[in-house]
T-cell receptor
């Protein structure tokens, strides 16, 4: 079993829809949670960064962390065709000696 | 201004050859990484250097040897290439290791194809 599980998709939604992307994890030591967006033929870029449990909002994006359930989510409101990409969750423990552990990514397609 | 740059962008080579990938960052970061992304988009850490010192070395074959001549550069040399080495290799950098707010900045990857 991988430490971080993520549905690979693809997830296809119409423009304007609310998108929900999720990851589950098994390592209770994870404290820092991130979402990266990766366009085709490009490197991942950081989208959202949260520490421990709770919500964080940035424009159309909201990240949620539920440590009791070992479950994190990324919500995208009013999705746009430009949001079409692969979304990777990533996390690390508080010690930080280990590098980030990534999920395998969910491919999102927003249809115009 | 490219923050993390890798060369070459594409690399096609035959089994058994030796090849190198170069990475440079101009962000002033002191930690650099090599990640391997397979065909299913799974990103896996290979190596990490902090101030030119190797700090993470996952179970990677000895055929892979990273070299960090200075904080801004981390190169990857691969000996005796095998078909299974075909993947996209990403270089990344961050400020410190495990610092609370030190996200990774990635290059655009080197797509390696071994035939």
């Amino acid at each position: 079993q991988k430490e971080v599980e993520q549905d690979p998709g693809p997830l296809s939604v119409p423009e304007g829809a609310i998108v929900s992307l999720n990851c589950t994890y098994s390592n209770s030591a994870f404290q820092y949670f991130m979402w990266y967006r990766q366009y085709s033929r490009k490197g991942p870029e950081l989208l959202m960064y949260t520490y421990s449990s709770g919500n964080k909002e940035d424009g159309r994006f909201t990240a949620q962390v539920d440590k009791s359930s070992k479950y994190i989510s990324l919500f995208i409101r009013d999705s746009q065709p430009s949001d079409s990409a692969t979304y990777l969750c990533a996390m690390r423990d508080a010690g930080g000696r280990r590098a980030l552990t990534f999920g395998s990514g969910t491919r999102l397609q927003v249809q115009p | 201004d490219t923050a993390v740059s890798q060369t070459p962008k594409y690399l096609v080579t035959q089994m058994g050859n030796d090849k190198s990938i170069k990475c440079e960052q101009n962000l002033g970061h002191d930690t650099m990484y090599w990640y391997k992304q397979d065909s299913k988009k799974f990103l896996k850490i290979m190596f990490s250097y902090n101030n030119k010192e190797l700090i993470i070395n996952e179970t990677v074959p000895n055929r892979f040897s990273p070299k960090s001549p200075d904080k801004a550069h981390l190169n990857l040399h691969i000996n005796s290439l095998e078909l299974g080495d075909s993947a996209v290799y990403f270089c990344a950098s961050s400020r410190g290791q495990g610092a609370r707010n030190s996200p990774l900045h990635f290059g655009n990857g080197t797509r390696l194809t071994v035939t």
